[in-house]
């Protein structure tokens, strides 16, 4: 037999594998392998199974050893590899390198491991001192205990060890690390959920449909529930289920959800801030079998789940779903080819549909299920529109009197406030009021935002590259000195409200203030003991929490991002908007303002009004007319380093000589992107089949992006 085989070797040229033969062993797809590889051993798995040999003119080599007695990855798995290495011009490495930790993948393959027991015949009388009686506590009744075991469950033993090994009152045995599960999953339920008649109606029908369901439902309608229930129907099968949030921080926050519902030891939560070794300990847990429920962001799709029945995307639409490294894969779409694969069920929950789930909901791809009402029938906050262009602001910019006077009646009656601005930092651009030019970084060429110490010194910062900069005494282009710092951030925000509230308690949340989910927990737990007042932040104050103390939402400056040249700008928007209103309200009557210099844009009104499914449709139809996604397929290739633009340019030529040439309707189009100061170049592909360009094409110093979100 002969077998395809991806090590974990960086050398590009094998990148999507090697064959070796094997007439002894005959390890299975998904099994980890030991290989000879340029005169060294390296581990790999092994993608595929053939009968014959391709024709070669060198001598095959051999297996070495299979490690374990059973695959670390299941069939679908690999062929879910297999689809993201094809379908987003990955490497298959690359694309298996998402289910392990960070190589050598050998960390979490099974391992011999030495464990030990005690004599048949060991007489307890000899054993002398707390350490030696702590291990016969440990060990009696017990057939074999790993080294590894003992040292977690006792500290540091290897002298104890060593001495009754020797005086042969323990036996030291060799064994495969175990890949049995521990737990029986089905005894991890700990209780049941409550529907509510809307909620069950859901409940039923996705049950009742194979398609991946798509799961509308406004903010605050309870669709954590049904996931609950169907959750909990999977773990009592034996069988275990993923929830994925578009963040860590709102990771944090369903965990305390769903240890209501589950076991805390058979929950694992899965995410990009786990050590090394925390990644390697949740691997294993979930790859044996003892975990039934997994909860993550957009890496925790790739647990290593053998009995996956059940996969939910909570708050689809989110942008972080799209990964921008090697393999650049959409967890949405990936996740619909795995569930497919695993025979398993896919929900897609959302208050604001993304466009692409929107359009499958429409033409009957996706399962359409809605939940129309808030739970318990709350009724949907009240908005306001606020037209910042006649508002008198004095000195506390930006909020107008009607909003400073809206956070006032709620701290006189004991009442909590949510506010959002898209902008760190104390000012939005630091403008020469000679030139009235803004002070840009030298790298984007975008506005540097001013941003403040604890010390009070100011600085200059540029979100999109990190750069940092000293305030500047004279204007770089004018030399002039009259410098002004224009605009608002949180840093300002918080200034402002503490002048003008001075005895409310009030939190920030912004990635300033957020360096781990422990703050966010804190955040969040201040809120529900009403310990705070006024919470106010970034994109992070808007999604998915749910503080029943809160009767005031408002958004500082809804304009934010409605400009910008990109055909999702105003989906964004609308998003952002309608996450933020559904923070209002949910125990009580809850009030909404939306200050803004456009009143009358679509989205802004759409969000005000509640309309969310108009302004789905009016949207879509917009991308069908204009010919962008779904309507069509977008291919992104990313060109960086010296001569990019000329090296771009020549892409540019030959894509267009192979449409011509294909009679492709692709529209093609060359542009430097917006933050790298002409530094990296961009070739935008968009039409019915943009891939098929890429065949003939020499690619390899350049980054291609399948779907990409960003295209500018």
Not at 46 to 60: H, I
Not at 601 to 630: N, Q
């Amino acid at each position: 037999m002969f077998y395809r085989v991806v090590t974990s070797s960086r050398s590009p040229g094998i990148a999507n594998g090697l064959t070796y033969e094997s007439s002894d062993v005959k390890p299975l797809q998904g099994m980890p392998v030991r290989v000879s590889l340029r005169k060294k051993i390296v581990e790999g798995i092994v993608v595929d199974v053939l009968e014959k040999k391709e024709e070669t003119a060198y001598a095959m080599k051999g297996i070495d050893e299979v490690l374990g007695n059973s695959p670390v990855l299941t069939q679908p798995q690999i062929r879910t590899a297999l689809w993201m290495a094809d379908y987003y011009c990955a490497t298959l490495r690359q694309a298996l390198g998402l289910w392990f930790p960070p190589p050598p993948w050998s960390r979490v393959f099974p391992r011999t491991q030495i464990g030990f027991r005690f004599c048949d015949d060991t007489n307890e009388a000899l054993l002398r001192g707390k350490k030696q009686e702590a291990l016969r506590d440990f060990l009696l009744g017990r057939e074999w205990v790993s080294k590894e075991e003992i040292v977690g469950e006792l500290g540091p033993m290897t002298p104890t060890l060593q001495a009754l090994t020797k005086k042969g009152i323990l036996i030291a045995e060799f064994r495969l690390e175990s890949q049995e599960p521990k737990m029986d999953l089905r005894s991890a339920i700990l209780a049941n959920p409550s529907l509510t008649e809307d909620q069950q109606r859901v409940y039923e029908e996705i049950r009742n449909d194979s398609r991946p369901s798509l799961l509308f439902g406004i903010t605050g309608s309870g669709k954590t529930e049904v996931y609950a229930q169907l959750i909990a129907d999977v773990i009592r099968n034996g069988k275990q289920s993923l929830l994925l949030v578009p963040e860590i921080l709102l990771t944090e926050y369903s965990i305390a959800r769903f240890e209501k519902l589950v076991r805390r030891d058979a929950i694992s939560v899965l995410h990009s801030r786990l050590t090394l070794k925390e990644r390697c300990d949740e691997w294993k847990r979930i790859a044996r079998g003892d975990v039934a429920l997994v909860i993550g962001s957009r890496s925790a799709l790739f647990a290593p789940l053998k009995n996956l029945s059940l996969i939910v995307i909570d708050e689809e639409h989110e942008w972080t779903y799209k990964n921008e490294q090697a393999p650049r894969y959409h967890v949405r779409e990936t996740a619909e080819v795995l569930a497919r694969f695993s025979n398993a069920r896919l929900v897609l929950g959302t208050a604001t549909p993304s466009l692409e789930a929107w359009s499958r909901a429409k033409n009957g791809t996706y399962h359409f299920v809605r939940l129309e009402k808030r739970y318990l029938d709350q009724h949907l906050p009240v908005v306001r529109i606020i037209d910042l262009a006649g508002a008198t602001f004095g000195k506390f910019y930006p909020f107008s009197p009607e909003l400073l006077n809206a956070i006032d009646e709620r701290l006189s009656r004991g009442e909590q406030s949510v506010l959002f601005l898209n902008r760190r930092g104390m000012a939005t651009s630091l403008l020469c009021l000679h030139c009235r030019r803004r002070i840009t970084c030298p790298a984007s060429q975008l506005p540097f935002t001013v941003h403040t110490e604890s010390s009070g010194k100011p600085y200059l910062l540029d979100h999109t590259t990190g750069i940092r900069a000293d305030v500047p005494a004279l204007c770089p282009h004018c030399k002039s000195s009259e410098l002004l710092a224009v605009g608002a951030g949180t840093q300002k925000v918080e200034s402002v409200l503490a002048a003008r509230f001075p005895a409310a308690k009030i939190l920030r949340a912004d990635s300033d203030t957020l360096k781990d989910a422990e703050e966010m927990r804190s955040i969040l737990r201040m809120m529900r003991e009403r310990k705070a007042d006024i919470l106010f932040g970034t994109q992070s104050v808007v999604k998915g929490l749910d503080l029943p103390g809160v009767t005031l939402a408002a958004v500082l400056l809804a304009d934010s991002g409605l400009s910008l040249p990109h055909f999702r700008a105003g989906e964004r928007v609308f998003q952002l908007l309608t996450q933020l209103v559904g923070r209002s309200g949910r125990a009580q009557s809850g009030e909404v303002i939306i200050q803004t210099f456009r009143p009358d844009a679509p989205e802004i009104v759409a969000a005000a009004r509640h309309e969310t499914e108009k302004y789905l449709d009016d949207e879509l139809k917009l991308r069908v007319h204009g010919g962008y996604p779904p309507a069509t397929k977008i291919v992104r290739l990313l060109v960086r380093g010296p001569g990019a633009g000329n090296r771009a340019k020549n892409l540019l030529d030959e894509a267009k000589k192979n449409a011509t040439a294909a009679g492709n309707d692709a529209l093609i189009h060359l542009s430097p992107t917006l933050s790298s100061g002409g530094k990296e170049w961009q070739i935008l592909l968009r039409g019915s089949d943009p891939r098929s360009l890429l065949v003939t094409m020499d690619l390899r110093d350049v980054t291609i992006d399948i779907d990409p979100i960003e295209t500018l």
